[in-house]
């Protein structure tokens, strides 16, 4: 859905918003740590979130279920998140300057 954004907070949540009208219309309880990257997946059916709990999480932009939570050895706080073109991979961004796919 093109009319929505997406945001991650200090406040360890997630929140979808409308652009047309400004209105929060989610507010996802995604994480125990501040969340530092969200971003859409192709056809905007679901988010990722990264936070510096080192979790990334893939919601249900509909429902607002978590559909998968992933843990990278070492928990290392996420600093980005993207789905790859293809939207089958996530690749993160860790401070501990890794990449992973």
Request: contains cysteine; charged residues 15%.
């Amino acid at each position: 859905n093109s009319n929505l954004l997406a945001t991650g907070s200090f406040d360890e949540t997630v929140k979808l918003w409308d652009i047309r009208n400004g209105e929060c219309i989610a507010t996802l309880p995604a994480h125990s740590d501040p969340v530092s990257a969200v971003a859409f997946n192709r056809d905007g059916t679901c988010v990722v979130s990264g936070s510096h709990d080192g979790l990334i999480r893939i919601w249900d932009v509909t429902t607002g279920e978590c559909l998968k939570t992933i843990v990278a050895a070492g928990n290392p706080p996420v600093s980005h998140v993207t789905y790859s073109p293809n939207g089958k991979f996530v690749l993160a961004g860790t401070l501990d300057s890794t990449l992973r796919l």
